[in-house]
Nanobody, 123 residues
Framework: VELQASGGGLVQSGGSLRLSCAAS????????IGWFRQTPGKAREFVAV???????YYSDSVKGRFILSRDTAKKTVYLQMNSLKPEDTAVYYC??????????????????WGQGTQVTVSS
């Protein structure tokens, strides 16, 4: 399984960005996929995740501002990030696993990781 992330960049506070993550090597139908983010010196932080037939879950810090959507035909998820804040600045990592796990917010429950994409929000 490979995850290819794209879409990061520099944006002003209050702006929007959309990240994409395309999966290959998986049927995708039973694949939980989402995003974590990481800032220097800190552990990766859960952002959002979606699974086939499951609700989409968000961290409290992004709930109401970020939207995670899933295009099964394209095996791609999109993270629409609105009302961005400087504290959203991080490297964003796409991640996935076969099947769902109740500990969906735990980094070590995911088997597959894409390359990170930098998101920088200026104040």
């Amino acid at each position: 399984v490979e995850l290819q992330a794209s879409g990061g960049g520099l944006v002003q506070s209050g702006g929007s960005l959309r990240l994409s993550c395309a999966a290959s090597g998986t049927t995708f139908s039973n694949f939980a996929i989402g995003w974590f983010r990481q800032t220097p010196g800190k552990a990766r932080e859960f952002v959002a995740v979606t699974g086939s037939g499951r609700p989409t879950y968000y961290s409290d810090s992004v709930k109401g501002r970020f939207i995670l959507s899933r295009d099964t035909a394209k095996k791609t998820v999109y993270l629409q990030m609105n009302s961005l804040k400087p504290e959203d600045t991080a490297v964003y990592y796409c991640t996935g696993r076969a099947g769902w796990h109740i500990r969906f917010g735990a980094e070590n429950e995911y088997n597959y990781w894409g390359q990170g994409t930098q998101v920088t929000v200026s104040s």
